[in-house]
């Protein structure tokens, strides 16, 4: 009587299979396998998965490809919105190439060829020439990014979903560094500064980082673009408070660093860091197309690690600017799984090839892009006063917080304030628009006016008694 198979054994191969969209060989299968196992005895396993519905086989022969089976591989784990999205049901699917790159990089380390920082990846790429993405990628993602609205000043549309924004990038970009935040514990710790129970600290300040990161690309969308006071206040707020030498934040490296995972080892001469920091800067500014730009950032700045830590949060980051400015959809990396996202930069440290990251990128742009249409759909069209007055009424009723006036002194400062900011055909208008905005306010919607929570809590009270 034939042996049976230990469960085990099989868990672990539907386990490899699951962290591969695009599906894996035999002999990929067995490279991934905690234990070699013999060639006949996995075949015997892969034969009692298929024949028992729990992997599908496409083709025939030693290129036969393996995946989890469409109706497991698809099944959604129901999650409350404190639970991380289960990443074996994303839909992601990869090219050819994808897949070539992501198997080539899950080879186990001892077998990958250790290789160095090539700095023809980025002397070799013209601006406008060369090309990431193709021109149908390009206009595909243009359809899906644009904003059915008409033309606003920069960072318009960033702003009106700024609060959801907040949350979502914040919480995918840190996970994808392997924060352990739920998304209900982000939200609660961006909208009310409550650090979740028995999380490292480490982890709150990762979070509230991103939130200082992307309130500066969005409040300063005329301002930002691929320039040293951009990437390197961005490196500063991002990396603020968790370096090892605190003067590290928004200086380029001095030091040797190594790819955890990798053989890929990167630049250590400082001088050299310079020159192709400050040429990655000019290629990326010359570039015109923005998905290009934001993809030729994801690729070339983790490459190069500039900074001691915190680069691809830095590139995450980075890839937004030129979306911010144009108007476009943000890209928040909802749902972009955390293997898939390694490989793909493994797949540019180690083969020079951008291939999976490329998979990765127009998939989650096709995902952020989606989301926030529907979000702000549901917001309705924006006030055109409100709009043209946003900074001002940022700036006054920031003012009236963090004064912890009550409404007697508030509304003396707002006449006062008005006559001397606003034109005076709009300063009735405006004095209305900021009573409503300061009876509106409240503990999910102080953000938007950068108020801190502490500063909020301590004006409700004096305005509430």
Not at 257 to 275: N, Y
Request: aromatic share 8%; proline share 5%; with cysteine.
């Amino acid at each position: 009587m034939a042996r049976p198979i230990q469960d085990q054994g099989l868990h672990e191969i539907e386990e490899i299979l699951r962290s591969s969209a695009g599906g894996m060989t035999a002999q990929e299968i067995a490279e991934h396998l905690t234990a070699p196992l013999p060639r006949r005895t996995l075949q015997y396993r892969l034969k009692y998965l298929v024949d028992n519905n729990r992997v599908d086989r496409e083709s025939e022969g030693r290129w036969a490809r393996y995946r989890v089976h469409r109706d497991t591989a698809g099944a959604a784990v129901v999650a409350g919105e404190d639970q991380a999205p289960a990443e074996v049901s994303t839909g992601l699917s990869l090219s050819k190439s994808g897949g070539e790159v992501q198997a080539a990089v899950r080879r186990p380390i001892e077998v990958r060829r250790p290789v160095g920082y090539n700095r023809a990846v980025l002397e070799t790429y013209r601006p406008n020439e060369s090309a990431y993405l193709s021109e149908s990628e390009r206009d595909h993602l243009r359809k899906v990014g644009t904003p059915l609205f008409a033309q606003q000043p920069a960072g318009t549309y960033a702003k009106q979903i700024l609060s959801r924004l907040l949350i979502d990038l914040s919480w995918n970009s840190s996970r994808l560094e392997g924060n352990t935040y739920s998304l209900l514990d982000t939200r609660r710790l961006i909208d009310f500064g409550e650090a979740a129970e028995g999380k490292e600290r480490r982890e709150a300040q990762m979070i509230l980082n991103h939130k200082d990161a992307i309130e500066f690309l969005v409040s300063a969308a005329d301002d930002i673009g691929f320039n040293r006071y951009t990437i390197l206040n961005l490196h500063a707020l991002l990396a603020n408070n968790l370096l090892a030498d605190p003067r590290a934040a928004g200086r380029l490296r001095h030091i040797g660093v190594g790819i955890e995972r990798s053989v890929f080892h990167p630049l250590e001469a400082p001088q050299l860091i310079e020159e192709c920091f400050d040429q990655l800067l000019a290629t990326a500014s010359a570039i015109i197309d923005p998905f290009e730009q934001a993809l030729f950032v994801m690729v070339q700045l983790p490459y190069l690690q500039p900074f001691d830590d915190v680069n691809k949060r830095v590139s995450r980051l980075a890839s937004n600017i030129p979306l911010v400015r144009q108007n476009l959809s943000p890209l928040s990396f909802v749902d972009v799984p955390s293997d898939a996202y390694t490989d793909a930069e493994l797949g540019v440290y180690e083969l020079n090839r951008v291939d999976l990251l490329k998979d990765v990128f127009i998939w989650a742009y096709e995902r952020s892009a989606e989301r926030y249409a529907a979000i702000r759909q549901s917001l309705g069209e924006p006030d055109p006063f409100r709009l043209r007055y946003r900074d001002a009424l940022r700036e006054i009723i920031g003012a009236i917080v963090r004064g912890q006036m009550d409404r007697k002194k508030a509304i003396g400062h707002i006449r006062t304030w008005t006559q001397v900011h606003i034109d005076t055909a709009d300063r009735g208008h405006f004095q209305e628009a900021v009573e409503e905005e300061l009876l509106g306010l409240h503990e999910g919607n102080f953000a938007r006016y950068q108020i801190r929570p502490s500063e909020f809590k301590a004006w409700r009270d004096i305005w509430s008694g």
